[in-house]
């Protein structure tokens, strides 16, 4: 397994996702791994990265968009229909729009730290931020206060693809 170590702030969001768009749980979506919750909590806690990884500079990457090309294999993928409320649409000319890509992760954060999933849409127009999933609600595991900003570290389980 390889990882991408982030280094950023837990930021507000706009709260869209808690009102919108609903991920599946195992309930809902059996294939996916064992360890993916049965129920996820509503909502994402944005990650705001501050610097990319050394990593992904050596790559040429300028942002986190270049996730959507796989390069960096997650450990599952939902497709685009299954998530409620998905706005990314596929279209002839990008059918796997709004398709999400899960890895497993780790956030470290107010002397804390919990399991977590970051859930990515492939066009996505975030490419500075990462959504983090969880059965959890993630503020109240870390101790943080809604509405503030506070510096974490975020640790991005999945495989570099070869060739």
């Known amino acids: 397994m390889d990882e991408l170590v982030f280094q950023g702030l837990v930021a507000a969001g706009a709260g869209l ?11 809902q979506f059996p294939t996916a791994p ?17 610097e990319l990884p ?11 968009k270049g996730l959507d090309r796989r390069g960096f294999s997650p450990v599952f993928e939902i497709p685009q229909d299954k998530i409620v409320g998905n706005t990314l649409q596929p279209s002839a000319s990008v059918p796997e729009n709004g398709r999400a890509q899960v890895w497993r992760a780790r956030l470290e954060a107010n002397s804390r730290s919990t399991t977590c999933w ?4 492939i066009n996505s ?8 999933v969880s059965d ?8 943080l206060a809604t509405g503030t900003e506070w510096p974490a570290m975020l640790r ?7 060739g």
């Open 34 to 50: 064992d360890d993916w919750p049965d129920a996820l909590c509503r909502g994402t806690l944005n990650f705001r990265i501050s």
């Open 156 to 162: 991005m389980y999945g495989l570099w693809r070869t």
């Open 125 to 132: 127009g975030y490419g500075r931020v990462l959504e983090l």
């Open 136 to 143: 959890e609600r993630l503020r109240d595991t870390l101790d």
């Open 54 to 64: 050394k990593v992904l500079q050596a790559r040429g990457w300028s942002d986190i």
């Open 118 to 121: 970051v859930l990515r849409r």
């Open 17 to 27: 996702f808690a009102r919108e768009l609903e991920v599946p749980g195992r309930a």
